[in-house]
């Protein structure tokens, strides 16, 4: 009877792997740094679908997240040398993405002007709702809407928020990422992090109780 090997011996291996392309990473970084086309074009084709994928998701938009591909591998090419390795490449390679991300954000025409405060709950001074009852939008979306429409609802109400604000709901709720890490690639602390995070799934919550006829609050 065959045993399959399991546990350790899987962990060992894949730590190995890990170490091993982590070498050669570090390898092609240094060889980007002498100036190697090869080597830069190894490096643009192991991280540019993560790159489009990060930008897509905040942008939202083909267009945009092509642009911003061309605008982090570009700044790579000219800030590799700044790279000491502090850090993984990656997460270095992130904080350029969301730092040209954002920009392009900032730079777009907003069509209307959104009040955050609008659509965040108010409060009497003992701390009760101002409005009651406090609608329970998350029963009410399984019944009224398609899964298409919801997410079409989300998506306009995340382009509504702030940029900062947007980044860190994307980076939390869709890719997962801790505040610690959301707070390195956006260069905000912990606290910071965590009241973006509760305001902007504030705002989400209320919008969607608004497109929903209900009141925000």
Do not use: C
Not at 43 to 70: C, D, P, S
Not at 184 to 208: E, M, N, Q, S, Y
């Amino acid at each position: 009877m065959t045993v399959g090997l399991r546990g350790p011996t899987g962990l060992v291996a894949a730590s190995a792997k890990e170490q091993t392309s982590y070498q050669e990473e570090r390898l092609l970084i240094e060889r980007v740094k002498a100036g190697e086309y090869d080597a830069f074009d190894a490096i643009f084709r192991r991280h540019v679908n993560k790159v489009y994928r990060q930008a897509f998701r905040l942008t939202g938009n083909e267009t945009e997240a092509e642009e911003v591909v061309q605008d982090v591998f570009l700044a790579v090419y000219e800030k590799i040398k700044s790279f000491r390795g502090d850090s993984a490449f990656s997460t270095w390679l992130y904080r350029l993405t969301m730092n040209v991300a954002i920009s392009k954000l900032r730079r777009r025409k907003r069509s209307k002007e959104v009040s955050i405060e609008d659509y965040l709950p108010r409060f009497q001074e003992d701390g009760h709702h101002l409005v009651r009852p406090v609608f329970n939008w998350g029963d009410e979306v399984d019944l009224r809407l398609e899964k298409e429409e919801l997410q079409r609802l989300i998506l306009e109400a995340l382009n509504e928020l702030p940029p900062v604000d947007k980044a860190v709901i994307v980076q939390s709720d869709l890719e997962g990422l801790s505040n610690r890490d959301i707070g390195d690639a956006l260069g905000l602390t912990i606290p910071a992090v965590k009241a973006r995070l509760h305001r902007a799934r504030l705002f989400l919550r209320g919008r969607l109780a608004t497109s929903l006829g209900y009141s925000p609050t």
